[in-house]
């Protein structure tokens, strides 16, 4: 197992009823995108209704965790108190091609000062934090190879 992106001592996500699924999956390895079960238009991050066609009756459905880099930021100072001595390290915004062009958030593993490329294609890394009460999972993302 291989430790965390980023220090101990961030909060922890709190799953809620409508995003439940999502935190679910990445605990067992998938990544659950909301789908609208009338139009299938994907949608991230989840909503409550379709933004597409306003139905009400939404679903999840598994896609491949594999992306392109969007759009991506290295921090340098770092605002949370937990980061106060990690940095430089990089967010990425990455586009899930297949699922409709959803965005999703996460970190870029590797070296915090590789080179950022715009469209790299990404693959999904599911890092566990089994010691955390309740244990959770993060999506990252590395260079696809
Ligand atoms: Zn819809």
Redesign the pocket.
Known sequence: MTSPYLRPGLPAPLPSDLDRPYWEGLRDERLLIQR?K??A?FQWGPEWI?H??L?VDLGWTEVEPRGFIYSHQRVWHPVHPALREQGPYVIVLVTIAHADEVRVVGNLLGDPLQDLVIGAEVQGVFEHHADADPAYTLLQWRYAR
């Open positions: 609208c009338r139009c238009r379709c597409r066609c139905n």
